[in-house]
């Protein structure tokens, strides 16, 4: 006999359908084996029940045996049946009308499997189908019955019985086809529904992922304001100082000339700051700016460095090897950089000199801003170039100074740290890969 199969559902992958085929394949051997069984057991009980012929019956049961067994090796070691699963079921159609015919027509017990043949049929081959074969089934049914049932009854009550069990084999076609219905219709709207919340999903992500860009944006725009108010306070300090002296003439001779070399140099260097700001608007929202590479001689680099810190001549300790050297990089980067270092180191040493130590060697560009304040407590060396961290009080900015630092190191692809100076104080190391020139 054959059993109902699953039909198969939209989206499934090959791979997947195999394995099922396979058992519903075994399932349906396991099942004609048993109907076998069975009618090999009705007909050793009751051997008179074999209306048709007691030889005949066990011929028939001989042969469906064969059959079931034939299947069941070819199942359990191939792995698949020789023959198509449709062909199969409608040879169990056959074979149980037949066995009715023999163990009893309208009477026989067997009649039970003719409906799970039907259902069979009317899954693998659709509702249409199903209904053809139960029509064909019921007929064949009868005229089992009309011939194998015993003469006693009534010819009358065999054709109703055959036209009962026709109607009963429709009606399951008929209510398999509307299951199936069902179950495809439910299978769609699990699918819909699937479909609807996956992209649900994904317009949750979607959302998501521009409410963070758009904070991001937020953030990068506030932190860029930061850092023009930081990084323009210095330079608009000495031009102010500078100007005021320049204009009441205070400054004479030498004085008068360093002032405004000073001048142009913060000019030139606020210049670099409002690119950097126009970068910000038009590109990825850094507070960094846009990378300006240049020749840079190291010499002027330091002196324009503790210039813009506004360290005094007594107090500078510049220091450059070699002494005519220079760099391929961008100035307005670097300068800034260790503008903010040097502004630090001035403002925790009281009246102690700042040493600014500049090295180039091969591809690296090697700077130490060394101090003599009170150094760093153990452990907080990678805590204070976090942003929002001062050293010191220092209002409007605080905390940018050395976030800045880090983050201007970062953009160069450097590594800036911060060391204990022998003897007390603080050295900030930055060692810079430079591009070729």
Not at 159 to 178: D, K, P, Q, S, Y
Not at 307 to 326: K, L, T
Not at 371 to 395: M, S, W
Request: proline share 5%; charged share 20%.
């Amino acid at each position: 006999m054959s059993t109902p199969s699953i039909p198969a559902v939209p989206g499934h992958r090959r791979r997947e359908e195999l394995p099922e085929r396979t058992t519903e394949e075994r399932t349906a051997v396991v099942l004609r084996l048993c109907v076998v069984v069975a009618a090999a057991v009705l007909v050793a009980v009751r051997p008179d029940s074999a209306a048709g012929g007691l030889t005949a019956a066990v011929a028939l049961i001989a042969a469906a045996t064969v059959y079931a067994l034939a299947l069941a090796a070819a199942a359990v070691w191939r792995g698949a049946l020789p023959v198509r699963p449709a062909v199969l079921t409608g040879v169990d159609g056959v074979l149980a009308v037949v066995a009715c015919g023999l163990t009893g027509g309208v009477r026989s017990p067997l009649v039970a499997a003719l409906p799970l043949v039907v259902i069979a049929i009317a899954l693998r081959g659709g509702s249409g189908v199903g209904r053809i074969a139960a029509v064909v089934l019921g007929t064949g049914f009868t005229a089992a019955g009309l011939l194998g049932t015993d003469p006693a009854v009534a010819v009358a009550d065999r054709i109703v019985a055959g036209v009962w069990w026709t109607g009963f084999l429709l009606a399951t076609a008929v209510l398999v086809g509307v299951l199936v219905r069902l179950l495809e219709r439910q299978l769609v709207d699990i699918a819909t529904t699937r479909a609807r919340a996956e992209g649900e999903h994904e317009r949750y992500l979607s959302e998501r992922a521009l409410r963070d860009r758009i904070v991001s944006q937020s953030r990068a725009r506030l932190d860029g304001a930061r850092v023009v108010l930081h990084e323009f306070r210095t330079p608009v300090a000495s031009l102010t100082a500078l100007s005021a002296d320049l204009a009441q003439e205070r400054l004479t001779g030498d004085a008068a000339r360093t002032a405004a070399r000073l001048l142009a140099d913060h000019a030139a260097h606020l210049q670099d700051m409002l690119d950097g700001l126009a970068d910000l608007a038009v590109a990825d929202g850094s507070p960094l700016g846009r990378d300006r590479p240049r020749r840079v001689p190291l010499a002027d680099l330091a002196d324009g460095v503790l210039d813009a810190a506004g360290i005094s001549a007594q107090r500078r300790r510049p220091v450059v090897e070699p002494a005519d050297g220079a760099v391929h990089c961008d100035p307005q980067r670097l300068r800034r950089l260790l503008t903010n270092l040097a502004e630090n180191a001035a403002r925790h040493s009281g009246d102690e000199p700042v040493e600014l130590y500049l090295e180039h060697r091969g591809s690296t560009l090697t700077a130490e801003v060394r101090d003599r304040g009170p150094g760093l407590p153990a452990g907080q060396e990678g805590l204070v170039t976090a942003k929002g961290v001062a050293l010191g009080e220092r209002r409007g900015t605080a905390g940018l100074g050395l976030w800045i630092a880090e983050a201007l190191a970062s953009a160069m692809d450097g590594e800036l740290s911060l060391l204990p100076r022998d003897g007390g104080g603080l050295t900030a190391r930055l060692t810079l890969p430079l591009p070729p020139a």
